[in-house]
């Protein structure tokens, strides 16, 4: 979102619906599958259609930054997106600075390529994502032989000169993160020999399953502890493949949380994404009482999915161990709500990465449910939330601090609450997931159209 129009704030408003949420949805794309389909083929020879692209804010600043390295990139007038690759190493010095707006997955994933590549670009984001860590790539990618100069702190903007004579390497995680994986993969593709990521605890894997489905070699093995070491053969040639983008269930995840709190409702939300790297929420929401039914589960385009029914229910309240958060990161601010509105205590702990994301997450989830008058404790990296079984008293207007996740999480808390709850400024939803609130009010949401 362009910085000059913060002002323009657009709040939004959510009550309780007159009567319980019903009726079937399809969410938007997964924007991690999008993210990479977008660069992958770019880097492929031959052309890629991808069907179900992610068309939000962050995916479309991947599909212009790809189109500024040389890539044909288009979208067709049925909604099929095409790539016309230029082939791993083909990508040509940008006229211009890159701007990747709010996503970190664009910024990162797009640094690792371009750290292989002897070209020079300039990279930047939005006021939320010029304040998040890049040095957590710019440090592995370094070792490969590319150059960065960044502001104070390992802040974007920053430039990179990426190496003419890359070197593999072998490279432990010091935190669990997929993007940084992604990069260093990515980094990889175009060195030559193996690069190797060691990661303590697995963590998305669709940068390596979309890797393998171009033709490039890709090794995973597990490791102690339930992490994996994953190798790449560098330089191969990337042959354009066909995606079919499952729905994200970090999106579905809403509305199978509104469909959960607000009494009386049934909601099926179709074709989600079950990438068992992904599904944390569900295993935690099972945890917690839900009523969770999987439909017609089948594979698309190399993923599993399923149509997930929900019917509201009592929640209890539940431990959710550390070792989850790599699978469900992105929902804990909709864990939270579902928490506020259970019976009991959830504990949700080792949450040290929400404090990096679009905005200071747990901080933002905690200082958010306190406001609507939930019993809420952040205890070093735990977030704990005390429910009482029935409504949250709500009734405050929270801060969504150019966080898409926090600008989608309160208003389902709304809709269970005593008292409305209001969102400072809505347009950042439309990041990952546009049409949000339009698919709540299929549902029966009542959520006001913003201008
Ligand atoms: C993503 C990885 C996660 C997640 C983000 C998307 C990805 O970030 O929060 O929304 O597509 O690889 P981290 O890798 O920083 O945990």
């Known amino acids: 979102m362009p910085d000059d129009l913060a002002s323009r704030a657009a709040p939004l408003s959510s009550a309780r619906p007159k009567a319980p949420l019903a009726g079937t949805i399809r969410v938007p794309g997964d924007k991690s599958i999008s993210h990479r389909s977008l660069m992958l083929g770019a880097l492929a020879v031959g052309r890629t259609e991808i069907a179900g692209l992610l068309e939000g804010e962050d995916v479309l600043c991947t599909a212009a930054a790809m189109r500024a390295l040389g890539a044909g990139v288009e979208r067709r007038k049925d909604g099929v997106w095409l790539v016309d690759g230029?082939?791993?190493g083909g990508l040509a010095e940008p006229g211009d600075t890159i701007d990747v707006g709010n996503s970190a997955t664009a910024a990162r994933l797009l640094l690792g390529i371009l750290a292989t590549h002897p070209i020079t670009c300039f990279v930047t984001g939005d006021a939320s994502l010029r304040g998040r860590p890049m040095r957590r790539v710019t440090e592995p990618l370094s070792r490969f032989g590319a150059q960065f100069v960044t502001r104070e702190g390992g802040l974007l903007p920053l430039a990179v000169t990426g190496a003419a004579n890359p070197v593999p390497i072998e490279y432990a995680l010091p935190v669990p993160s997929a993007q940084v994986k992604s990069a260093v993969l990515l980094a990889g593709l175009n060195t030559p020999g193996e690069t190797t990521v060691v990661e303590p605890q697995a963590t998305r894997d669709h940068t390596e399953r979309m890797l393998g489905h171009f033709g490039a070699t890709v090794r995973i093995e597990p490791v102690d502890g339930g992490g994996k070491r994953i190798t790449i053969v560098g330089q191969?040639?990337?042959?354009?493949?066909?995606?079919?983008?499952?729905?994200?269930?970090?999106?579905?995840?809403?509305a199978l949380v509104a469909g959960l709190i607000v009494p009386g409702s049934e909601v099926t939300v179709e074709g989600v994404g079950l990438n068992p790297s992904r599904t944390g929420l569900l295993l935690s929401l099972k945890e917690m009482g839900a009523d969770i039914a999987y439909l017609d589960e089948r594979v698309e385009g190399g993923e599993p999915v399923a149509d997930l029914r929900v019917r509201a229910g009592s929640l209890r309240g539940a431990d959710i161990p550390p070792e989850r958060a790599p699978s469900m990161i992105d929902e804990y601010p909709i864990l939270?709500?579902?928490?506020?509105?259970?019976?009991?205590v959830t504990r949700m702990r080792g949450l040290a990465e929400l404090r990096v994301k679009e905005s200071d997450r747990l901080t933002a989830t905690a200082t958010g449910l306190r406001k609507c008058g939930v019993k809420v404790a952040v205890e070093g990296d735990d977030l704990i939330v005390e429910?009482?079984?029935?409504?949250?008293?709500?009734?405050?207007?929270i801060e969504t601090r150019l966080d898409h996740r926090i600008a989608m999480a309160f208003p389902v808390l709304g809709l269970a609450a005593k008292a409305p709850v209001r969102i400072d400024d809505a347009r950042p939803i439309a990041t990952s997931f546009p049409g949000f609130i339009a698919l709540m009010n299929r549902l029966g949401a009542g959520f006001p159209e913003i201008g």
């Open 336 to 344: 939270a709500v579902a928490a506020a509105c259970a019976k009991g």
């Open 86 to 88: 230029v082939g791993v």
């Open 236 to 254: 191969p040639e990337l042959k354009a493949a066909p995606i079919a983008v499952p729905a994200d269930i970090s999106s579905a995840a809403f």
């Open 387 to 397: 429910g009482t079984g029935g409504p949250p008293p709500g009734g405050a207007t």
